[in-house]
C-alpha cells in the first residue's frame, strides 16, 4: 500500500472545524466550509499525513511545512492580569469590519493579515483577559484557516464523519434509515465482541455496510465476516472495498438472508425468477445472496466466535434467530438507541450467558491547556446503549441457590457445634 495519493483513492480531509471524506476524481470539487473549495484532483501526489495549505483563488491544495495545532498567539503570558471580562457585552457590535471587508482582506492579503486587521478593528479585544484573547485568535484562526491534514480512511474518521462528536448537525443525514454510530459506540463494539485476527463474526446490523467495513478491518486475510440480510437486501461494500481499501472483501464477506428455516437447513434458498431479473446472469457476476447456501454451510459446519447485533426496532427477534450459532466462549455485542429494547435481552440470556451487561456509550473531548482545561460543551448527548454477554454452556441441572435441610433419620442426632 503506497503513501502517495492517486486518483481513485478516498482521503479523510480535516482542519478548520471541517471534516470531509473525498475521493479523488476529475470533477470532484472538495468544499471545507468558509475556507473555501478547491479541486480534488489537485491532491494526487502527496502523502497521507502531510499538511496542505488551501488556495482558494486557484481552487487547489499545496503541501505547507505549517501545523494547524500549534500555538499561534503572540501573547505575554508572563505578564500580571489584570484584565477581567465583566464588561463584555456579546452585541456583536464590537467588530467594525464587515463581512464583505473581511473577505476582501482574506482574499487580497491572506489570513495573517485578517488575524491582525481583525485584532485592530475590535473595540473590546485590549479588555479581554489574556486567556480570552488566545481563545479569540484560536477561533478566527479556525474559521478563516486554510490548513488540512490528510489522512486514510480509517474506522474512528468514518465514523467521526458519519457522526460528529463535536458541533453535531441537526440535520438527518441522506440515508436516514441506516443506523449511524459515534465512534465511541464502533470502538466499544468491536473491543466487547473481540473481533480479531483470523476470527468469524455473524453480524446483524442496518448501518449499510458500515459496520461491516469497521470489522474485516480488523480479521485479517483469514478471517470470515457472516452478515445476515433482510429480504431484498444487499450487502453494500462500498466501506469496505472502496474507502477503506481492504482486499479480498468477497471472499472473506459471506451474506445469507434472514429465514429461520433457511438457516437451521431445513428450507432451500429462493433464487431470483425471470419475473425478477431478466438479465442473464454469469457465474462471475453473481451475487452473495444467491451464495446464501454457502454461507449456511459455513455456519452449521462450525458456530461462530462472535455476534454483532445493532437492530433499532427489535433486536430480539434477531436474537432468537441468530443466538444459535454463536460458540460457547463466544462475545455477544447489541446495540439499541432505546435501553427498552436491551432489558428483556438482559433477562432472556441469563442462564446462558455470564458477565451480562448493560451500558451506556458516551464519552467527551476536553480542552487540555495551562489553567484552563475544561470539557467541550457542544457535543452529541447520547450514543446508544450496549448489551454485551459471553455465552456459556447451558447447565442441565443447575444447583439451586439455598439447598433445603435434609430430614434426618429416626435416631440420628442432631450435630451441636
Known amino acids: 500500500m503506497t503513501d502517495r495519493i492517486k486518483e481513485g483513492d478516498f482521503v479523510f480531509v480535516s482542519g478548520g472545524g471541517s471534516k470531509r471524506l473525498v475521493e479523488v476524481k476529475k470533477g470532484q470539487v472538495v468544499r471545507m466550509g468558509r475556507s473555501g473549495a478547491a479541486n480534488a484532483l489537485t491532491l494526487v501526489g502527496m502523502r497521507f499525513g502531510e499538511v496542505v495549505s488551501l488556495d482558494h483563488n486557484q481552487k487547489k491544495f499545496s503541501v505547507t511545512n505549517a501545523y494547524p495545532d500549534l500555538d499561534l498567539s503572540e501573547i505575554n503570558k508572563d505578564e500580571a492580569e489584570v484584565n477581567d471580562n465583566r464588561n463584555l457585552v456579546d452585541d456583536n457590535r464590537s467588530q467594525q469590519l464587515s463581512k464583505e471587508e473581511v473577505a476582501a482582506i482574506r482574499k487580497e492579503k491572506g489570513v495573517d493579515e485578517l488575524l491582525n486587521t481583525l485584532v485592530q478593528k475590535s473595540t473590546t479585544f485590549e479588555s479581554k483577559t489574556s486567556f480570552s484573547k488566545e481563545k479569540y485568535l484560536r477561533k478566527k484562526k479556525k474559521k478563516y484557516g486554510t490548513l488540512f491534514k490528510l489522512e486514510r480512511p480509517a474506522i474512528d474518521n ?9 458541533n453535531p448537525s441537526d440535520d438527518l443525514p441522506d440515508d436516514a434509515r441506516s443506523i449511524r454510530l459515534r465512534t465511541d459506540t464502533v470502538a466499544l463494539l468491536l473491543h466487547y465482541g473481540n473481533i480479531c485476527y483470523n476470527s468469524r463474526v455473524l453480524v446483524y446490523d442496518r448501518t449499510n455496510g458500515s459496520l461491516e467495513g469497521y470489522v474485516l478491518s480488523r480479521l485479517g486475510e483469514e478471517g470470515q465476516l457472516f452478515q445476515v440480510l433482510d429480504q431484498n437486501a444487499q450487502p453494500n461494500t462500498f466501506t469496505a472495498s472502496k474507502m477503506m ?12 438472508p434472514r429465514n429461520r428455516g433457511f438457516l437451521l437447513g431445513e428450507e432451500e434458498e429462493e433464487r431470483p425468477t425471470t419475473t425478477t431479473s431478466t438479465r442473464p446472469v454469469n457465474e462471475g457476476q453473481v451475487s452473495q445472496w444467491i451464495k446464501g447456501t454457502e454461507a449456511r454451510q459455513l455456519l452449521l459446519e462450525k458456530p461462530v466466535d462472535s455476534l454483532l447485533v445493532v437492530d433499532d426496532e427489535n433486536p430480539e427477534k434477531a436474537m432468537d434467530d441468530l443466538f444459535p450459532f454463536l460458540a460457547p466462549g463466544g462475545h455477544l455485542v447489541v446495540y439499541s438507541p432505546f435501553l427498552e429494547d436491551l432489558t428483556p435481552l438482559f433477562l432472556k440470556f441469563r442462564n446462558s ?44 441441572a443447575p444447583r439451586p441457590r439455598f439447598a433445603e435441610k435434609r430430614p434426618r433419620d429416626e435416631g440420628e442426632e442432631e450435630e451441636t457445634a
Open 158 to 166: 468514518i465514523a467521526e464523519t458519519h457522526l460528529p462528536t463535536i
Open 245 to 256: 481499501g481492504l482486499d479480498q472483501v468477497k471472499q472473506r464477506w459471506k451474506a445469507i
Open 353 to 396: 450467558c455470564i458477565n451480562i451487561n448493560i451500558s451506556e456509550t458516551w464519552y467527551r473531548h476536553h480542552q487540555v491547556l495551562p489553567q484552563r482545561t475544561h470539557p467541550t460543551v457542544n457535543m452529541s448527548t447520547a450514543a446508544g446503549y450496549l448489551l454485551t454477554a459471553i455465552k456459556v454452556p447451558p447447565n442441565p
